[in-house]
């Protein structure tokens, strides 16, 4: 064996015994997790079942969970989930207020382990009617107070 094939191999040992497929996501569900915060209802955390891509919008009305959005960006923004906050607390016409609103935060199936990068929540990109979830994916709503938003662990 020559040099170059002893380095190979002693790279990808060395790089094998860092990086593995992960096993802490389940790849046949989508994580569900809606934090209301101050509006005092109980967190809903469960692994959904799915075995293909599905929006995020329709993720959440599958598991009797009601939307509204606003009268400028429809239901890209979430502006109530089961009727919270209230039509007195939030008029839904154009984005809610920056002290009080749903954060939508996703996290993306790790496919595979990497040290000391972090594969937790972050901002969606796209709003809930555009957000294509992927089985091992996660979605949060965490309803964020005085403009602070609690992410999940």
Do not use: H
């Not at 101050?38 to 891509?53: G, H, P, R, Y």
């Not at 002290?99 to 972090?118: G, T």
């Amino acid at each position: 064996m020559n040099k170059g094939k002893i380095g190979l191999a002693v790279l990808v040992l060395a790089f094998g015994g860092i990086v593995g497929i992960s096993s802490t996501q389940n790849k046949e569900c989508i994580n569900l997790y809606v934090d209301y915060g101050v509006l005092e209802q109980a967190i809903f955390d469960k692994c959904i079942s799915s075995t293909s891509d599905i929006k995020a919008i329709d993720l959440l009305k599958n598991n009797n969970f009601t939307l509204q959005g606003t009268e400028k960006y429809g239901d890209n923004v979430v502006c109530r989930l089961n009727g919270l906050p209230t039509a007195k607390d939030e008029t839904c016409k154009d984005m809610p207020s920056e002290n009080a609103y749903w954060a939508l935060l996703e996290k993306r199936r790790q496919m595979i382990n990497i040290p000391f990068i972090d594969n937790g929540y972050t901002w969606a990109q796209v709003g809930v009617a555009d957000l294509v979830l992927s089985p091992g994916d996660s979605l949060a709503l965490v309803f964020a107070s005085n403009g602070n938003v609690k992410f999940p662990d």
